[in-house]
C-alpha cells in the first residue's frame, strides 16, 4: 500500500505538534463520515495545519502519523481482531489516497471505511453497547477520540450531567461536533455518558 506514497526523505514527524493536529484530523474524520461531499475541502483545511511541504506524499504521511497517534481509533485492542483494525487502517489510507488525487473513488472507499466500523468489528467497551446491532456503524471510537483529543470538547463533554435533560444535551454535542443526530450517535454517546468513570 505504501507504493502509491512511498517517499525515501520521509517528513520530520518531530515538527509536528500532536496536541493541535489531533482534533484537526478528528474534524476530517468526522466530515469523511458524515459529510462526505466535502471531503475534498476538508482534506485542504486539515493539511493547511500542516508544515508547508513541498509534496503532496508529505503530508500523506504526516497525516497517516497523526491518525496512528489517536488514542481509540488507532489502538487496535478496541477492534474484535487485528484484522478488523488493519481493515480500518487500510481504508483510511486509501481514503486519503483517493481523496488528495481527487479521484472517483472517494466515496467508494469512504464506504468500505465506514464499514470497518460496524459493531462486529468493535469490542463493546461500555455495557450498554452489548446490546447494539452487529451491522449497523459503532461511534464509539469515533466519539471517544474526538472527546479527548480536545480540551474544550472534553469540558463540555464532562458538563453534560446525567438528568432529565441527558437526551437534549447529547444531541446539541452531536451537532456541535458532528453536524447530525441519529439513533446510532445518540445510542453511542448515551452508553458512554452512563459510564461513571473519567475517560
Partial sequence: ?????????????????????????????????????NVIKTYEILKSEFPAYKTENEYIYS?????????YISNYQYYRNIDAYMQAYEYFVYTILHTSNKSDKIIESIDIFKKAFMHKNIKSIF???KK?????????????????????????????ATDDAL??????????????????LKFA???????KETI
Fill in 1 to 37: 500500500m505504501e507504493k502509491h506514497y512511498y517517499l525515501e526523505d520521509k517528513p520530520n514527524f518531530k515538527d509536528l505538534n500532536l496536541n493541535t493536529l489531533k482534533p484537526k484530523l478528528m474534524k476530517f474524520i468526522n466530515s469523511i463520515i458524515f459529510d462526505e461531499n
Fill in 63 to 71: 497525516i497517516l502519523y497523526v491518525f496512528l497517534n489517536l488514542n
Fill in 127 to 129: 455495557e450498554d453497547m
Fill in 132 to 160: 447494539y446491532p452487529t451491522n449497523e456503524i459503532d461511534y464509539t471510537l469515533l466519539v471517544l477520540d474526538n472527546i479527548t483529543t480536545s480540551s474544550s470538547l472534553y469540558k463540555f463533554w464532562t458538563d453534560i
Fill in 167 to 184: 437526551d437534549k444535551n447529547l444531541e446539541i454535542f452531536s451537532l456541535k461536533v458532528f453536524g447530525v443526530v441519529n439513533n446510532q
Fill in 189 to 195: 454517546l448515551k452508553s458512554i455518558k452512563i459510564i
